[in-house]
């Protein structure tokens, strides 16, 4: 085993203790961690090619004609077929009528902004019907309930933030997104340590130069930041946070794919300590609070572990 090796177990070994504090039960409940990945899909391949037989070719020079270009669409006004860069506007066909050949008549390109407005909806489709600045559940969405995206989890009022795994609150965080996160955090479904946020240079790496969340910690977290901070805050007012797991989590708890919502939890502990990198890192220990539906489990063989791209 390598220092890097020796260094995560020692961390988790520690987590363990705290969450075992707490009244958690790690020592028996605790399932083998692993990384759950979407299952992988194969790409189709061509099909073999069969040797052709002189009636093959025969037939085919026959029966079959070679591919031709789409030729050109002309509209009944004069028109024509709009261009591929075109093909995400909308167009007002209310102008149409039946063998009418005038300027009025031919679709009329409109700005997004200019059918808004025209149409009086919202400026955006993430207008919600709850706010998700408040503590505790949000009316309607269920334990267990799915999306697909983030986005959509905003849209729910459940986290709202798109990227950052912490919303802070003045009284404390109102939601957490578990997703990645660091090789020596624990979870175990009613109970979880997170590390904070904080330490990255966010100008990217080399490879990655505009993804800000790809850099290695190069600095020490603080309780001075604004996410750290509302944890730390939760810790003191034991205000509910929301918890969403999402499908990157290296947890057997996480779901295959999308975001799933998985109740109500306290932040029982907040301290310091120092990560696999060698810097500070602000650690958070979280209690489910009882009562609730239970965590689901990714099931044994359930899923494909592959390092493949899709």
Known sequence: MTKFDDDREANIAKNLQILDALGLGTGTALLPMRKVQRPVKKKAGRPPKRKETPSDATSKDEDEEPPRKASRIDLPDGGVRRSARNATKR?????????????RARPKMISEAAR?????EPRSSMQRVHDPKQYGAIPGIEVGTWWETREACSKDAIHAPW??????????AYSVALSGGYEDDI??????????SGGRDLKGTKNNPKNLRTAEQSSDQ?????FNKALK????????????????????????????????????KAWQDRGLSGFLVCKFAFKRIPGQAP???????????SDQEE
């Open 187 to 196: 979870d175990i479904g009613d109970g979880f340590t997170f590390t904070g």
């Open 116 to 120: 808004r407005e025209a149409d009086s």
């Open 163 to 172: 990227v950052a795994g912490i919303a802070p609150g003045p009284q404390g």
């Open 222 to 226: 603080t309780f001075e930041n604004n």
């Open 295 to 305: 965590v689901p489990v990714a099931e044994e063989g359930s899923i494909e572990v």
């Open 233 to 268: 805050k939760s810790a003191e007012t034991k205000k509910p946070v929301r918890v969403i797991r999402g499908y990157k989590l290296h947890s057997q708890y996480a779901p295959l794919e999308g975001y799933r919502y998985d109740g109500l939890y306290t932040v029982e």
């Open 91 to 103: 167009v007002d066909y209310s102008g149409d009528g039946d063998n009418v050949v005038s300027a």
